[in-house]
């Protein structure tokens, strides 16, 4: 029996421009890419969205879905501090108006992990200022938002506060500290981006008419027999101060993977299995239903947005399959009163994983060579299921 989604539901996928645009020359990301013994691999043309966005935008179109979630580089329209390009906000306004043209909802995110190199020489999220130069070029970019109708204003804080804690560990020459190694997430810098996002929100309702939120990283923590306290604490400094920071916005973004439990040191590893995924992550659709309980919960009934879900694989039948079992789980959630307004999926595009080619989440493929397109059956098949609006 086929199961329906609310009225109204939106269907989608998503991207990010460090990923997918190529020659972001001026990020942070792209200068750590290129520093010897970091162990990452170029970005380089990416897939070259940048010049080929329209290519990606036609086959969510013809796929019959009907939102397409995409960041603005925040070191394209900035490059140097106070320097804003118009030619680059004119850029990101052609895709938007491409997006409406081609009858889809853009969903924009403003921040998605990369910085100008001039933010992050001043120190990052940490500097004194680093609230107000973010709310600056918020100011910019909020004047090619006018019809939009949703915008994240940072992407996973969670993990922000996490890579600048180990950015600052490095700085400090913390010896104690592995490069690679994921710290929790610093609770100062975590406050610092709520101030930013609660200014960066008020902006965007004072200038235009969009709903507006941010992303969080869903964790889906489970406690291990005995650990309820442990858990409660790592639960709140991973993700739940952020969670709390979305009461009162207009809906929260949901992003989830897989699951962890924690025991009495803290989340404890994914061991390996066969199951894993191409990250190493465990095999956990289910992670969705409990991200969005816990998200609604915290969040104080705010409206949840699925911004990201997916899986890394190159057997697409297994992408298929996961996303069958976490769309299920969604639509328990739902059943069970929780507000969930819409699905983007993780990704539309094999894309660039922040140093890595390897693990393949997109519902097309890219020659990197040629830079052409090509559809995988997960694709048409969730557009199936977004015509139909039922599972």
């Known amino acids: 029996m086929a199961r329906s989604f609310p009225n109204g539901f939106r269907w989608g996928a998503a991207t990010s421009a460090h990923q997918t645009e190529g020659g972001n020359v001026n990020s942070d990301w792209w200068r750590m890419e290129q520093l010897p013994g970091i162990g990452l691999t170029h970005s380089g043309d990416a897939i070259d969205s940048y010049h080929r966005y329209e290519e990606d935008m036609r086959l969510l179109a013809d796929a019959g879905l009907d939102h397409y979630r995409f960041s603005v580089e925040w070191a394209r329209i900035e490059p140097l501090e106070g320097e804003f390009s118009r030619a680059q906000l004119m850029h990101y306004r052609r895709m938007i108006d491409t997006a409406l043209g081609l009858g889809l909802k853009p969903v924009v995110t403003l921040h998605h992990f990369s910085n100008p190199q001039w933010f992050t020489d001043q120190g990052g999220w940490s500097a004194p200022k680093a609230g107000d130069a973010f709310v600056s070029y918020v100011e910019r970019a909020a004047d090619i938002l006018y019809d939009v109708e949703w915008v994240c204003t940072i992407n996973e804080p969670n993990l922000v506060s996490i890579f600048e804690a180990m950015a600052r560990r490095g700085r400090e020459g913390d010896t104690s500290y592995t ?213």
């Open 179 to 391: 490069p690679g190694q994921l710290c929790p997430p610093d609770e100062e810098i975590g406050r610092l981006l709520i101030d930013a996002h609660k200014s960066a929100a008020a902006v965007l309702h004072q200038r235009t008419d969009a709903k507006v939120g941010w992303t969080v990283a869903a964790q889906a923590f489970v406690a291990a027999p005995g650990c309820e306290e442990v858990h409660r604490r790592v639960q709140y400094t991973w993700e739940d101060q952020y969670l709390e920071a979305a009461r009162g916005d207009d809906f929260v973004g949901v992003q989830s993977y897989t699951s962890q439990s924690v025991d009495g040191t803290g989340p404890v590893p994914h061991p390996e299995h066969p199951d894993n995924t191409l990250m190493g992550w465990a095999y956990r659709p289910d992670a969705l239903g409990i991200a969005l309980r816990n998200a609604w919960k915290v969040a104080g009934g705010t409206p949840l947005m699925v911004t990201e879900n997916g899986i890394a694989t190159d057997d697409d039948e297994r992408r298929i399959a996961y996303t069958r079992e976490a769309l299920g789980h969604l639509l328990d959630a739902v059943d069970e009163g929780v507000d969930v307004r819409g699905y983007l999926h993780w990704s539309l595009v094999d894309n660039f994983e922040w140093g890595h080619w390897e693990p393949t989440f997109g519902l097309a493929a890219v020659d990197r060579e040629s830079f052409e397109r090509r559809p995988k059956p997960s694709l048409a098949w969730l557009g199936s299921v977004a015509r139909a609006n039922a599972l």
